[in-house]
């Protein structure tokens, strides 16, 4: 894999030494390869997530660190420094929490916390004071004796956490923690889990499909597709940077607009689009020849309307197009408005619902608020 971010590829995030290193890892679920030679690192504390679409790779790639699932061909697992592909998963410094709990329902909330230092063989008392210092982490203190029916949704993950945390893993493994519950739920554990993340100093290695979920968490985003990885590196790197069209898209941006490259000097790239010439930041790697047919990325918010007449596309900075007023959808916060141009239909974010230009005769957005990049395969 090649990157073009600052941090080299599979690298923990500077400042952090390494607590876990994947090398070359490929598994097959027969002919399908799942995960195909992939190396990863993770920091020190570090909040890691591997994002993706289904079938991306990414919880397969987390079964492998966790040990849940046995590799097809291995370069190498190491935790903390010891070799640990060939040992279970109960024998490595690391805990998995589920999407769906995988609480013992027969059992109490405090032995369900208890569950894997009783396998360990750690005395009852000490148990029992540690599962009660868990709990008091995830902020249910007075839960040790309920049944786990007798619990919410939320209660449940915080459980799940808790039974994870209790072992004092050197990585905690979260798969989707956060998928079956309701929105506003989620977003009240996110804080959860960044501030108990902030309080434990531990790695965490979190899968999401969310991309919302991986900008507002993550330290580090390993974003897979088809068993590779595609972009790693910082949120603002894969939010205004992407390497190519399908990261833009997958990272919501809106208009994505296809043309062919005229030149790149520096940072910036000159796009042929149409009668039109744009430009932008490019962030696709190495520059393809002139003519390569590329994308133009801009999200819908840095799209501004005016009444001033366009020119030829780009001037001073600023990428303009004559447009006309199309669809409003309202959205609550904001609305979303389609304009009608020459190139194809651009759509803007007005946050400001009672704004409305007279006389609309443009849009513009800044060349420094746009990515150029490649189109896959290019």
Known sequence: ????????????????????SVEHATHQFGSLVAVDDVSITAGRGEFLTLLGESGSGKTTLLRLIAGLERPTKIGGISIEGQDVAALPASRRNCTTVFQHYALFPHMSVGQNIEYGLRVRGISQSERRERAIEALNLVRLPDKYDRRVHQLSGGERQRISLARALVTR??????????????????????VELLDLHKKLGITFIYVTHSQEEALTMSDRIILMRSGNIVQ??????????????????????????????????????????????????????????????????VRAERVRLSNAAATNGQEDGVNRLPCQSGATIYKGKYVDRTLDCDIGPVK???????ADIADLASLWWRTDECAVTKIEGS
């Not at 894999?1 to 876990?20: K, Y």
């Not at 990585?171 to 956060?178: A, Y």
């Open 1 to 20: 894999m090649t990157s073009d971010n600052n941090i080299a590829p599979g690298a923990p995030s500077p400042g952090r030494s390494e607590v876990l």
């Open 169 to 190: 893993p050197a990585i905690l493994l979260l798969d989707e923690p956060l998928g079956a519950l309701d929105e506003k739920l989620r977003v009240d554990m996110q």
């Open 232 to 297: 790693e590196g910082p949120p603002t790197d894969l939010f205004d940077r992407p390497r190519n069209r399908f990261v833009a898209d997958f990272m919501g941006v809106e208009n994505l607009i296809e043309g062919a490259l005229e030149a790149v000097s520096g940072e910036h790239a000159s796009v042929r689009v149409g009668e039109h010439m744009l430009s932008g930041m490019w962030s696709g790697g190495d520059v393809p020849a002139a003519g390569t047919k590329v994308c133009v990325a």
């Open 348 to 354: 803007a974010r007005i946050w400001d619902r009672d």
